[in-house]
């Protein structure tokens, strides 16, 4: 028998002429940690006709159910306190388990889940989360023997148009390893892992109560509360940092382009950033060449290479023909008719210049320094320059957003056009057909992705097959003594497409190699 992608043979010998029987294949899924499923189904009975007499196979049908939903939570990012109840498709789901419904319905019972009884036909499927019992407490490998579920996982969650437009990728991506996967596991327990989880864990919670004030759920809780709220995103933090080096050792890949952003999402963007430099491809270590400051230097072509990117800023905006905005979409047009001729103001030369040199963000700063009387860093500066780029802009009153008024006027009026239909919420937007929130966002992310995987991706390929290629949106990975081709070809596609060479980064420190030799 040929074994798919993930298997682990059950006390088999890597002998030649072995053959290897359905049977002694295994795949492995997530569970939290103090659940106990065989335990469970004993003290309360599934009502299946199905395999009604096979405990492990009810109990490996729970298991894979369970751990899809603990993947989409943490695709959605939603692993934390007040998690969001996460969409299960039953179609998918019949396709794999025919009875899935009676599953979910026990689990549902005995409190392992917890679900959205709202159901739209036509809209959005039934919702589900893990029960209160069950969240923030770690998670747990489950070994599945079931052969149905074994060949599904074995396929991973492979989008078949992502597969067909990007071969080599998704080649590239099943040859992934992680580089001493139980030791990497057990230091995420531990160490300067956890103390990540639990910095990142306080500063969120923090930054909830700075946004949403009395709104929080966190506002009124003593110290001793807010310590165990912290320790509980950590311990999600952890868990899903696990299951996203679970996922690449067990081959069990996810490949798909999102139709919003064409952003391709893989086994490999999920891994913490942190984690990334565990990974391995063919046996060799891989570093990474990244396109620094990608947002703001993508949206110089906006300005310098309007031509290239009109159809994209264009179908971003096209919902607001036809409306009261309407005006919007024609001042649009007429922008970028004049920038085709390079015709823009002095002050838009000087945005794209201190983009070009990489100097915006300390602008920022100082000018922001200069207007709050307070010190400003460049890390601080940079969210300053987002919360302009992507909220909303009737938030007028965003620091920001007066320095770009100061000094970058039309380039504050373009994206403001741009975004002039983007509110908080849908009711908000009643004037508009379809609401599609934060345009200026999509339209750096298509940018920025169809430059990476449709340009720099197809050129290496057909220059040099060869050359392992791992996309992390804004960056490519490949193996050590291939970065400087990676490199030159980026940079070059990248001045030939935008209009200004951009800044690729080899990130020699973050992928744990160092400071590698030139040569």
């Known amino acids: 028998m040929k074994v798919l992608f993930l298997t682990k043979q059950i006390g088999a010998k890597n002998t030649p002429n072995k053959k290897v029987s359905i049977k002694d294949v295994t795949a492995i899924v997530n569970i939290p940690s103090n659940l106990e499923i065989r335990g469970l189904i004993r003290e309360s009975p599934i009502p299946v006709k199905h395999c009604s007499e096979n405990l492990n196979q009810q109990a490996d049908k729970v298991a894979y159910l369970i751990s899809q939903i603990i993947d989409r939570q943490a695709l959605k990012k939603q692993s934390q306190l007040g998690v969001e109840y996460v969409r299960m498709n039953s179609k998918i789901m019949q396709e794999?388990?025919?009875?899935?419904?009676?599953?979910?319905?026990?689990?549902?019972?005995?409190?392992?889940?917890d679900w959205d009884p709202i159901y739209i036909l036509g809209g959005h499927s039934r919702g589900y989360k893990l029960g209160l019992k069950y969240q923030q407490k770690g998670i747990q490998n489950h070994v599945i023997t079931y052969p149905v579920l074994v060949n599904k996982l074995g396929k991973g969650n492979i989008d078949a148009h992502s597969k067909q437009k990007y071969p080599k990728l998704l080649h590239d991506l099943k040859s992934l390893?992680?580089?001493?996967?139980?030791?990497?596991?057990?230091?995420?327990?531990?160490?300067?892992?956890?103390?990540?989880?639990?910095?990142?864990?306080?500063?969120?919670?923090?930054?909830?109560?700075?946004?949403?004030?009395?709104?929080?759920?966190?506002?009124?809780m003593?110290?001793?509360?807010?310590?165990?709220?912290?320790?509980?995103?950590?311990?999600?933090?952890?868990?899903s940092w696990q299951n996203?080096?679970?996922?690449?050792?067990?081959?069990?890949?996810?490949?798909?382009?999102?139709?919003?952003?064409s952003r391709l999402h893989t086994s490999a963007v999920s891994i913490k950033k942190e984690l990334r430099k565990h990974l391995m491809i063919n046996g060799q270590r891989l570093v990474a060449c990244d396109i620094k400051n990608s947002q703001p230097y993508f949206s110089t072509g906006l300005f310098l290479n309007p031509k290239k990117?009109?159809?994209?800023?264009?179908?971003?905006?096209?919902?607001?023909?036809?409306?009261?905005?309407d005006w919007v979409y024609e001042a649009v047009t007429n922008m970028l008719v004049k920038f085709e001729t390079r015709i823009f103001l002095d002050s838009t030369r000087n945005y794209i210049d201190f983009v070009a040199s990489g100097e915006l963000y300390e602008f920022m700063a100082?000018?922001?320094?200069?207007?709050?009387?307070?010190?400003?860093?460049?890390?601080?500066?940079?969210?300053?320059?987002?919360?302009?780029l992507f909220s909303p802009p009737r938030y007028k009153n965003i620091l920001g957003r007066k320095i770009m008024k100061k000094h970058f006027p039309e380039v504050l009026r373009f994206f403001t056009l741009i975004n002039y239909g983007f509110r908080k919420t849908k009711a908000q937007t009643s004037n508009l057909k379809n609401y599609r929130g934060n345009r200026l966002s999509r339209i750096l992310q298509i940018m920025e992705s169809e430059t990476v995987l449709d340009?720099?991706?197809?050129?290496?390929?057909?220059?040099?097959?060869?050359?392992?290629?791992?996309?992390?949106h804004d960056g490519i990975a490949t193996s050590?003594?291939?970065?400087?081709?990676?490199?030159?070809?980026?940079?070059?596609?990248?001045?030939?497409?935008?209009?200004?060479?951009?800044?690729?980064?080899?990130?020699?420190?973050?992928?744990?190699i160092g400071r590698y030799p030139a040569y």
């Open 366 to 388: 100082k000018e922001l320094s200069v207007l709050t009387n307070k010190k400003w860093s460049r890390e601080a500066a940079k969210l300053e320059l987002f919360k302009v």
């Open 222 to 239: 003593n110290k001793k509360q807010l310590k165990n709220a912290i320790h509980k995103r950590a311990i999600d933090k952890i868990s």
């Open 96 to 113: 794999t388990i025919r009875d899935y419904d009676i599953y979910l319905n026990w689990m549902v019972k005995n409190g392992i889940l």
């Open 309 to 325: 990117f009109e159809n994209i800023i264009l179908d971003s905006i096209h919902h607001y023909k036809g409306t009261n905005l």
């Open 244 to 261: 996203a080096l679970c996922k690449i050792n067990e081959k069990q890949f996810y490949f798909n382009q999102d139709k919003t952003s």
């Open 455 to 472: 340009v720099i991706c197809k050129e290496l390929e057909k220059s040099y097959p060869n050359i392992p290629l791992i996309t992390i």
């Open 480 to 512: 050590i003594g291939n970065q400087y081709i990676v490199k030159s070809i980026m940079e070059r596609i990248l001045e030939e497409e935008v209009g200004i060479a951009g800044n690729v980064e080899i990130e020699w420190d973050k992928w744990g």
């Open 177 to 220: 390893t992680i580089e001493n996967y139980k030791g990497v596991i057990e230091e995420t327990n531990i160490g300067k892992y956890k103390q990540l989880a639990y910095k990142i864990s306080e500063s969120e919670i923090n930054e909830e109560i700075k946004i949403k004030v009395k709104k929080s759920v966190y506002i009124g």
